[in-house]
């Protein structure tokens, strides 16, 4: 069992698709043991994604991020990183294929509805990062 992190974008729940997502999470067979909502700052936005600071995209990332509600999960399954990196799909949904999370619900490559670990070290990291273990009920 491996867990990972989860992140539902500003344009999810901007369009109140929170459960929509999370059906199509729970069934690719991943467990929601962790959720919360919250408003990012731009600080907590620069830390997360602070592997990305010397990309051109960052300002307008961290923006994104902090212009709306996220909602942030821990997900929990056999090869919980690559079945959601899966069930997500491509960075871009024009890339993305036909019934995945990006397919299906993002706006745009910037505005892709989720963000998910790409690595089992990062999904560590990352969940550590929004989350203590006292709120990981599996």
Avoid: W
Wanted: some cysteine; proline content about 2%.
């Amino acid at each position: 069992m491996q867990r990972t992190l989860s992140i539902l974008k500003p344009d999810v729940t901007r369009r109140n698709l929170t459960g929509a997502v999370n059906a199509r999470i729970e069934d690719a067979g991943l467990r929601i043991i962790a959720q919360k909502r919250l408003h990012l700052s731009l600080e907590e936005a620069q830390r997360f994604y602070a592997v990305h600071q010397e990309r051109a995209f960052f300002n307008d990332l961290c923006s994104f991020m902090i212009s709306g509600p996220v909602v942030v999960q821990v997900l929990e399954g056999e090869n919980a990183v690559d079945r959601y990196r899966t069930v997500m799909g491509a960075t871009n949904p024009a890339n993305a294929d036909e019934g995945t999370i990006r397919k299906d619900f993002a706006e745009s490559i910037e505005a892709n509805s989720v963000h998910g670990s790409d690595s089992l070290e990062n999904a560590m990291k990352e969940v550590s990062f929004f989350f203590s273990e006292m709120e990981i009920v599996g």
